[in-house]
């Protein structure tokens, strides 16, 4: 089991920058790709970003290329999501999601562990 927990979230104004936390515990960090996802009120959970377990390939939704930034540290056992030039559209629950392989991963269903989630709010 691997467990996760997300941190960095709250309310932020349009243009300005969050950095979400997730850090892991249960099993060997490095060994897990990583992922972000997102959920707005009444959408469905989207994909966000990804990064292979050591760190050398990232991929990302076209909604936030060029915006957002994925990144891991595993001797911290923690992955982050650094966030800029925010936008309303961006206000949702975000959640990383583990799984084990060497590949990057984009869909919700390819994930075996999943964090509580953290709000981020956007006002425009």
């Known amino acids: 089991q691997v467990q996760l927990v997300e941190s960095g979230g709250g309310l932020v104004q349009a243009g300005g920058s969050l950095r979400l936390s997730c850090t892991a515990s249960?099993?060997?960090?490095?060994?897990?790709?990583m992922g972000w996802f997102r959920q707005a009120p009444g959408k469905e959970r989207e994909f966000v970003a990804t990064?292979?377990?050591?760190?050398?390939?990232?991929y990302y939704a076209d909604s936030v290329k060029d915006r957002f930034t994925i990144s891991r540290d595993n001797a911290k056992n923690t992955a982050y999501l650094r966030m800029n030039s925010l936008k309303p559209e961006d206000t949702a629950v975000y959640y990383c999601?583990?799984?084990?392989?060497?590949?990057?991963?984009?869909?919700?269903?390819?994930?075996?562990?999943w964090g509580q989630g953290t709000q981020v709010t956007v006002s425009s």
């Open positions: 990064i292979t377990r050591s760190g050398d390939i990232t």
């Open positions: 999601a583990a799984r084990g392989g060497t590949n990057y991963y984009t869909g919700a269903d390819d994930y075996d562990y």
């Open positions: 249960g099993r060997t960090f490095s060994n897990y790709a």
